[in-house]
Nanobody
Framework: QLQLVESGGGLVQAVGSLRLPCAAS????????MGWFRQSPGKAREFVAA????????YYADSVKGRFTVSRDNHKNTVYLQMNSPKPEDTAVYYC????????????????????WGQGTQVTVSS
């Protein structure tokens, strides 16, 4: 059973930056596709970014492309979401997710494809 723990959330100004780590409990972490999603009050959980097991491919939502970067360190069993130039509309609870399988640009954006989820970390962006 893979366990995921996000951290690094908090209050950030729109001109700042924030990095969210998500630590995994197993050394087989390097076999998993990792995704980042977010959910704000009254809205459905939405895709933010994803990365393949080796890190050679990444995927982004249009709303964060050019501002956010997903990366991973398989030696540390950790995936990261670097948030640069955040906007107030980026305020949400951010979740990381994991799945063994073959990613496609469409399937990595689906919440139902992932079978492991973290508990989430709150990010609040002030203008």
């Amino acid at each position: 059973q893979l366990q995921l723990v996000e951290s690094g959330g908090g209050l950030v100004q729109a001109v700042g930056s924030l990095r969210l780590p998500c630590a995994a409990s197993q050394r087989t972490f390097s076999n998993y596709v990792m995704g980042w999603f977010r959910q704000s009050p009254g809205k459905a959980r939405e895709f933010v970014a994803a990365i393949t097991p080796s890190g050679d491919s990444t995927y982004y939502a249009d709303s964060v492309k050019g501002r956010f970067t997903v990366s991973r360190d398989n030696h540390k069993n950790t995936v990261y979401l670097q948030m640069n130039s955040p906007k107030p509309e980026d305020t949400a609870v951010y979740y990381c997710a994991a799945r063994l399988g073959f990613p496609t640009p469409t399937i990595v954006k689906s919440t139902t494809w992932y079978n492991y989820w973290g508990q989430g970390t709150q990010v609040t962006v002030s203008s």
